[in-house]
């Protein structure tokens, strides 16, 4: 049997790196949300930074979906980390915009997607460096 084969075959039956950065991505935001909204109730927080924080949360989730991404692969960062964020900022622009009809895409969204494919670029350049041993 044809060792090449079978290695492609093993890293395909664990999952594509990009759907699992995403997944990873979509998990570490749904937590740090969680996080965010026990903090935002049960302490004085004033709710004018609660941008900032959904902000935060998405730069983190962002970078470390990346990260992962490209853990997972084990190559190539910048393009895995890059199309995790591209994907996952698409997505959430699309979540946010089907629950605020009034928040279609303009040109602060385009920019705000920008910024997170560039963090997850570089997120993914990192990841690669800890790649999983095989």
């Known amino acids: 049997m044809n060792n090449k084969w079978?290695?492609?075959?093993?890293?395909?039956?664990?999952?594509?790196?990009?759907?699992?950065?995403?997944?990873?991505?979509?998990?570490?935001?749904?937590?740090?949300?969680?996080?965010?909204?026990?903090?935002?109730?049960w302490t004085n927080i004033p709710e004018s930074t609660l941008p900032y924080s959904a902000y935060t949360i998405n730069v983190s989730a962002t970078f470390f979906g990346a990260l992962y991404a490209a853990r997972q692969a084990g190559k190539k960062g910048w393009l895995y980390g890059g199309g995790a964020a591209l994907t996952f900022?698409?997505?959430?622009?699309?979540?946010?915009?089907?629950?605020?009809?009034?928040?279609?895409f303009q040109a602060q969204t385009i920019a705000r997607i920008l910024i997170l494919i560039l963090i997850g670029v570089f997120g993914g350049v990192i990841g690669v460096q800890f790649r999983r041993k095989t």
Do not use: C, K, N
Not at 6 to 33: C, E, H, K, N, Y
Not at 97 to 103: E, G, M, P, R
């Open 6 to 41: 079978w290695s492609s075959v093993r890293m395909d039956s664990q999952g594509s790196p990009l759907v699992l950065g995403v997944i990873a991505a979509f998990l570490l935001s749904l937590l740090f949300t969680l996080f965010m909204s026990a903090l935002y109730t």
């Open 89 to 104: 900022s698409l997505l959430l622009a699309i979540i946010g915009s089907l629950v605020d009809l009034s928040a279609a």
